[in-house]
């Protein structure tokens, strides 16, 4: 069955940056795309990006320019998040979800990740 | 950039009632692309609808998806005490992709 395993919750600094991973299963890999999303404590839901395995390119939303990046490394299927110089308003839970290319919607969604800012 | 306003912030109804969720966009959008998921406290977002009234699979034909334009309904007939949730809906604007802010289902 299709899953998408995230890493645990990661507790950082003000100013540090945090590298969020979704290892994915039960799927051909580079078939589908992967997105990022997060969602603030009880907040709604935030798009951060866009990764294509496949062609190993990738597309951000225009707030996290120049502090996210997004990576596929097709031999383990993992992707992963990194975002840097974080702040309290980056504690959040950060999301994987799956779209089949230009589906336009996520399928399956990881089980999320929090990332808590604070010193 | 397109804003999407869901209404009502909380739906409070009783089993085997009708819920109707709205998702209003600031602009016409295209229908294909509207999207609604359900995320129930301690688990994954789960997709229901897609294009606007395409049930995904596994979607029991409780919910049912409709609307254009700017406006879209997420009915959910015959309500179950598992259908307590928040329901969000999804669109593709010119940056990437938009969620409206949710709508709490208290059963």
């Known amino acids: 069955q299709v899953q998408l395993a995230q890493s645990g919750a990661e507790v950082k600094q003000p100013g540090a940056s945090v590298k969020v991973s979704c290892k994915a299963s039960g799927y051909t890999f580079t078939g589908y795309f992967i997105h990022w999303v997060r969602q603030a404590p009880g907040q709604g839901l935030e798009w951060m990006g866009i990764?294509?395995?496949?062609?190993?390119?990738?597309k951000y939303a225009q707030k996290f320019q120049g502090r996210v990046t997004m990576a596929s490394d097709t031999s383990t299927s993992t992707v992963y998040m990194e975002l840097s110089r974080l702040g309290s308003e980056d504690t959040a839970t950060y999301y994987c979800?799956?779209?089949?290319?230009?589906?336009?919607?996520?399928?399956?969604w990881g089980q999320g990740t929090l990332v808590t800012v604070s010193s | 950039e397109i804003v999407l306003t869901q209404s009502p912030g909380t739906l409070s109804l009783s089993p085997g009632e009708r819920a109707t969720l709205s998702c209003r966009a600031s602009q016409s959008v295209n229908s294909n692309y509207l999207v609604w998921y359900q995320q129930k406290p301690g688990q994954a977002l789960r997709l229901l609808i897609y294009?606007?009234?395409s049930r995904a699979t596994g979607i029991p034909d409780r919910f049912s998806g409709s609307g254009s334009g700017t406006d879209f309904t997420l009915t959910i007939s015959r309500l179950e005490p598992e259908d307590l949730a928040v329901y969000y809906c999804q669109q593709l604007g010119n940056s990437g992709y938009i969620f409206g802010q949710g709508t709490k289902l208290e059963i």
């Open positions: 990764v294509r395995p496949s062609a190993g390119t990738t």
């Open positions: 979800a799956r779209e089949l290319p230009n589906s336009y919607y996520f399928d399956y």
């Open positions: 294009g606007a009234s």
